[in-house]
């Protein structure tokens, strides 16, 4: 595997997490299960077995730049690309790519997000080398997380024969079910969850862009030129703007051939929203997740993050969500958790960027 | 009324308001109810019409006399009586007569607690005075407030015949009772919450503490010479820890003879709870009583108090109280807040008292 690097990206904010997550502290760089790191670096951790810090690509913001770089001191800086703009996941891999490539002429790309959980990191590490072994091969590869439960809030991707062990062909990718096409799909058991996580060749991955995204190939071929010339800031920061905004999935995934499916298994979670933070959370004897400083009476299956020297005391509370900043305070019940956002569209209509 | 005093009793921490209330920020010095004024600002003004502020004289504790000062400055310097240590009501009452004795032989003190709620000011101004002028014909004088539920958190007062228009014989004073009592003494139409104001002259309250409490009034004698001879405070020093601990009711009320009682219907509270507090708080369309920079969605009957500079969001949630101090944030189930003092306990418990 000496030829594969991991592309990561992390352009993200996560408004869910609110007020814990902003642009200046995206989710990606929190701790939300309190598991002592952020979930970036526990990305790059989960790597480091068989993708060490040297080949691990962040793709991030400017203004998240420096963050990234103190959340991974292991990673070298120059390999922390910061996009002028986000312009969607077509653009951020097809970035990564021309630098993959750049490196290493046969490189293969896992490209991964930087804020989801991995519970299994075995089974994590098996299910990749079987997709990066068929990546080498030449194929668009993409882990399809089996379900456990018809989720609303997925894509998926319905796969069809096994064409070595552990690796299926990929029908069609299918957008977000209501709930009974998602009961439908769990019944079924060849519909697997789409988690964002794919693995091809740089050489690959281009030359589908070239052949989908005719435009961004002649963005990335002027940055390619560039970088080649050792001039590739100024020139990122004339094209990177008139990139199209497209995701991968949409963009190159839905409309090619003989894309491949790692079927997996290994407790994945894309932590969506402040539930399922306190659903992975350590718990106490009262089922509470509490990384704080607090005394708790008559109080159960509450979330609370709070500054270190703040006492929070919680009488006579359950399934409350609750999150101190220091400058904003949420109390939310914990399954109305997904109306966080409306508090962020709130602040943004009143012109409280200095909160978001 | 020219010879009337108020004695304004503002000793107390209050402990079911934690954390806003500590030992440096008592409840008297808070608005509990968003309306402006700290508790004490607002007794002081009720009584201004009747008497003024140079006779206002206020019993607190050292920790918080500069914070009493602060919170009014109408009131001179030199009527903000600073006890040692707190010995309960007797002594802060009788250290009070002395005082008022000093300054005006036959002066009569309306003595009442500084964290008192009082709705109509006219209804008290005329009981006020029912009781001044029984005060000045020697009596010992109560008010007695009319019940309109059978609280079990007060003591009551039972009163007999009326003597004069308004003015009742007080035939005893009872504990706080059980929920039947209560109930029965709401029946019989006779009983009064013993709100702790109290009318009488100075001369008065310094003989029957001479009959019932001789220790106290030995010690008291010793701190009235020494004011008449400008040596008070170290005198002060000696004596006030020496003197009994022990309530006014308890200590004088229940075994003195011939006392009155002004059964008085002002809408009054004395605001003992965070749910209290709500109720008599200015409340939003949403039945919130939010004093905060605030994000309401789908939330209601919650009482909100935080800093200015902070914004608090609340989604999907309904009564609580959720009190944010800065150092400590206290969630609560209104219906709950009784516990409040759970978490006092616990804390000094843990040697947390730089909370309290």
């Given at each position: ?313 919680l009488v006579g509370v359950e399934d409350l969500v ?35």
């Open positions: 595997m000496e030829n594969t690097y991991a592309v990561i990206m992390a352009g993200g904010v996560g408004s869910r997490f609110w007020p814990a997550s902003t642009s200046q502290s995206p989710k990606q760089l929190l701790d939300l299960t309190g598991s002592g790191k952020t979930m970036i670096a526990a990305t790059v951790e989960r790597l480091a077995p068989h993708i060490p810090p040297k080949r691990v690509i962040v793709v991030t913001g400017r203004i998240t730049q420096k963050a990234v770089q103190d959340a991974l001191p292991h990673v070298p800086k120059e390999n922390i690309l910061a996009e002028p703009m986000g312009r969607n996941t077509a653009p951020c891999i097809g970035w990564a790519a021309v630098h993959v490539r750049h490196r290493c002429k046969n490189g293969v790309m896992a490209v991964m997000p930087s804020d989801h959980l991995v519970a299994n990191k075995d089974a994590f590490h098996a299910s990749a080398r079987l997709a990066i072994s068929a990546a080498q091969k030449g194929s668009l590869v993409t882990f399809g997380v089996r379900p456990n439960a018809p989720e609303t809030g997925f894509g998926y991707i319905e796969t069809g024969d096994e064409v070595s062990l552990g690796v299926n062909q990929a029908i069609r990718f299918v957008e977000k079910p209501n709930l009974e096409k998602a009961k439908e799909y769990l019944k079924a058991g060849n519909f697997m969850w789409n988690s964002g996580m794919f693995f091809f060749t740089a050489e690959k991955i281009l030359s589908e862009i070239e052949k989908q995204m005719p435009d961004l190939k002649a963005g990335l071929d002027k940055i390619e030129g560039a970088l080649q010339s050792g001039n590739e800031s100024a020139v990122l920061e004339q094209v990177f703007p008139t990139l199209p905004s497209e995701s991968i999935d949409y963009g190159i995934m839905e409309n090619a051939g003989g894309i491949l499916c790692v079927p997996v298994d290994f407790g994945w979670s894309d932590l969506g929203s402040w539930a399922a933070a306190f659903e992975l959370s350590t718990k106490d004897g009262n089922n509470n997740a509490i990384s704080a400083d607090a005394v708790a009476i008559d109080s159960k299956k509450c979330l609370v993050r709070a500054p270190k020297d703040k006492l929070v005391a609750i999150v101190d900043t220091g400058t904003a305070l949420l109390i939310c019940k914990k399954d109305q958790d997904q109306h966080v956002k409306k508090v962020v569209e709130t602040l943004k209509a009143k012109g409280r960027t200095d909160l978001l």
